[in-house]
């Protein structure tokens, strides 16, 4: 099993910033990517940003491509989404996501993540 903790979330104003950081703990050798997710209530969970663990080419949802961005810190286990001017538009619970995708496009994954967390709010104000 795989567990994943989000951490960050907040309350901020639109053009403002916050850093998100997912910690994996667990067999972290049974996945090769991560990700994030939000999903606004009513609405499906949309891929945000993900990358392989292996450290090739991340992948952005374009809505965010630009003022988001995502790393790894493989000797910590930690995966982080740092997030700039961000808009009212950006408000969600962002989960942080880990499994085998064949592949991510747009942030998407196909199949689907293995492993989730319980998420993170982040609220962006106008």
């Known amino acids: 099993q795989v567990q994943l903790v989000e951490s960050g979330g907040g309350s901020v104003q639109a053009g403002g910033s916050l850093r998100l950081s997912c910690s994996a703990s667990?067999?972290?050798?049974?996945?090769?990517?991560m990700g994030w997710f939000r999903q606004v209530p009513g609405k499906e969970r949309e891929g945000v940003a993900s990358?392989?663990?292996?450290?090739?080419?991340?992948n952005y949802a374009p809505a965010v491509k630009g003022r988001f961005t995502v790393s790894l810190d493989t000797a910590k286990n930690t995966l982080y989404l740092q997030m700039n001017n961000l808009k009212p538009e950006d408000t969600a619970t962002y989960y942080c996501?880990?499994?085998?995708?064949?592949?991510?496009?747009?942030?998407?994954?196909?199949?689907?993540?293995?492993?989730w967390g319980k998420g993170t709010l982040v609220t962006v104000s106008s």
């Open positions: 996501a880990a499994g085998r995708p064949q592949s991510i496009n747009g942030g998407n994954w196909s199949p689907a993540a293995n492993y």
């Open positions: 990358l392989w663990t292996d450290g090739v080419i991340p």
């Open positions: 667990g067999y972290t050798d049974t996945y090769d990517a």
